[in-house]
């Protein structure tokens, strides 16, 4: 099971979605999919049409910048970040 | 007497304003939507629906959708993307509500519709084979900030009928719900080289008198203009006005030949000119103006009003109601003769629409 940690940004978005949550899953984008069947559109908040990450949208995987077809390992820490943008 | 609800969107959320009916106390709601940037935000009269077209930097555009007068919010962008073509979605830039469905200007430039209250879209039209088709969805083309299709004005008659708005581009009319369309700005005037004269023109809002659909006005980036026939052909009517530049246009809800515009300084500041708030409005379809400024700040008043920054109510005597760029919301309740500013320290206003609510 991956560790997953959101931005701030996405649980209100989303009745019950937690900042915390863990998730069985091979690939950051396993772990994305597995988080869009239970809230659906969440995808969309953090990729672009076309499976790729939005563009301030980083993810690290044990604190390496990770890509969606990233690997995931048991007890992987993931780290989804929204970007420091904006004012 | 029914209670008036203004729809404030602003780069930092949407704000709802409230007053009884007349329209002197004003209670202000918000910010809803989370905060997120929003372009353009409507009431849907049929419906009771409110829309906001938002684009968040970090999770991508959006519409959202509050069924409850603001109660309560859900987004969804189920559809709101392009396929195959290469076209990118970075933005709804303006929202209608008509005859059953919202329709959404998008950039790049494209309409989408949704016919279940904006809980999922479909593409309409991307206005392929108009001129100007090759070039409108290249950056090398585009201004900052490009908006796409900003706006989309129905016919209060006749739902396959609208007017899009490409930005820099000009005006498109269809007449079988987006499946062909005819460029509209036979008469507009460019001042930069235009390559076809059908096309090349900077309108920045467009409007329909209530009482007579054949009657259009819109503020252009050079000058401000009027349609007797529904846009097949456009006469200047600048003269009068203190500049040629603008934003912001409203049409009288009884008066066909009454039309209000916020005049611009044309330069980078886009603010009214010599720091003195004033709307301007003509009451003989743009032979004369008049200045209207009482209650307005008359120093010092650096304020910009953006495209969708103007509404006018239907009221018998109608109000007017303006935002600013600095978050100032001005209105008037009596035809724009007496301003009040009703509210102070909001985010930059994007639009502001009204609303009558029983």
């Known amino acids: 099971m991956a560790d997953l940690h959101l931005p701030s940004t996405l649980p209100p978005l989303?009745?019950?979605?937690?900042?915390?949550?863990e998730v069985e899953a091979a690939t950051v984008d396993e772990a994305i999919d597995v988080l869009d069947e239970r809230w659906p559109g969440l995808r969309d908040r953090l990729c672009e049409p076309g499976a790729a990450l939005r563009p301030h949208i980083n993810v690290y995987v044990d604190r390496q910048r990770a890509e969606l077809g990233t690997a995931l390992v048991a007890r992987s820490r993931v780290d989804v970040i929204a970007a420091i943008s904006g004012g | 007497m029914p209670s008036t609800l203004l729809v404030v969107a602003t780069r930092k959320g949407l704000f709802l304003l409230e007053s009884d009916g007349d329209r002197s106390d004003w209670?202000?709601?918000?910010?809803?939507?989370?905060?997120?940037?929003?372009?353009?935000?409507?009431?849907?009269?049929?419906?009771?629906?409110?829309?906001?077209?938002?684009?968040?930097?970090?999770?991508?555009?959006?519409?959202?959708?509050?069924?409850?007068?603001?109660?309560?919010?859900?987004?969804?962008?189920?559809?709101?993307?392009?396929?195959?073509?290469g076209l990118k979605l970075s933005k709804i830039s303006g929202l209608t509500a008509a005859h059953g469905r919202v329709l959404a200007g998008a950039e790049a430039v494209g309409i989408f519709e949704s016919r279940d209250g904006a809980a999922t879209w479909s593409l309409l039209s991307t206005l392929d084979g108009q001129p100007g088709r090759d070039r409108w969805n290249d950056p090398a083309n585009q201004p900052p900030g490009h908006l796409g299709v900003p706006a989309i004005l129905p016919h209060p008659d006749d739902a396959s009928r609208f007017w899009a708005v490409v930005q820099g581009t000009g005006i498109f009319e269809t007449t079988d719900e987006g499946a062909t369309w005819t460029p509209r700005n036979r008469g507009l005037r460019a001042d930069w080289p235009i390559e076809n004269p059908e096309v090349g023109y900077c309108v920045h809002k467009l409007v329909m008198s209530p009482v007579d659909h054949e009657r259009l006005y819109q503020q252009n980036h050079v000058g401000v203009h009027r349609s007797d026939d529904g846009g097949r052909s456009w006469t200047e009517?600048?003269?009068?006005?203190?500049?040629?530049?603008?934003?912001?246009?409203?049409?009288?809800?009884?008066?066909?030949?009454?039309?209000?515009?916020?005049?611009?300084?044309?330069?980078?500041?886009?603010?009214?000119?010599?720091?003195?708030?004033?709307?301007?409005?003509?009451?003989?379809?743009?032979?004369?103006?008049?200045?209207?400024?009482?209650?307005?700040?008359?120093?010092?008043?650096?304020?910009?009003?953006?495209?969708?920054?103007?509404?006018?109510?239907?009221?018998?005597?109608?109000?007017l109601y303006f935002g600013t760029s600095t978050g100032q919301v001005f209105a008037s309740t009596d035809e724009g003769e007496s301003w009040s500013e009703i509210?102070?320290?909001?985010?930059?206003i994007t639009s502001v629409e009204v609303a009558s609510l029983e």
């Open chain 2, 343 to 348: 509210a102070s320290y909001l985010p930059g």
């Open chain 2, 27 to 85: 209670k202000l709601r918000g910010p809803f939507c989370e905060a997120w940037p929003i372009y353009h935000a409507v009431h849907d009269a049929a419906s009771g629906a409110i829309y906001a077209a938002a684009a968040s930097e970090w999770h991508g555009a959006g519409v959202w959708r509050s069924s409850d007068l603001g109660e309560s919010w859900e987004l969804s962008s189920e559809g709101l993307a392009y396929s195959d073509d």
């Open chain 2, 237 to 319: 009517i600048t003269d009068g006005l203190p500049t040629e530049f603008g934003f912001a246009a409203a049409a009288h809800p009884h008066d066909r030949d009454t039309f209000y515009v916020i005049p611009l300084d044309p330069g980078h500041g886009r603010c009214m000119p010599d720091g003195r708030a004033a709307v301007w409005r003509t009451r003989d379809a743009g032979s004369t103006w008049q200045r209207l400024d009482r209650g307005l700040p008359q120093s010092d008043a650096h304020l910009g009003v953006l495209r969708e920054g103007l509404a006018i109510d239907a009221h018998d005597v109608p109000g």
């Open chain 1, 14 to 21: 989303f009745r019950d979605l937690p900042r915390r949550l």
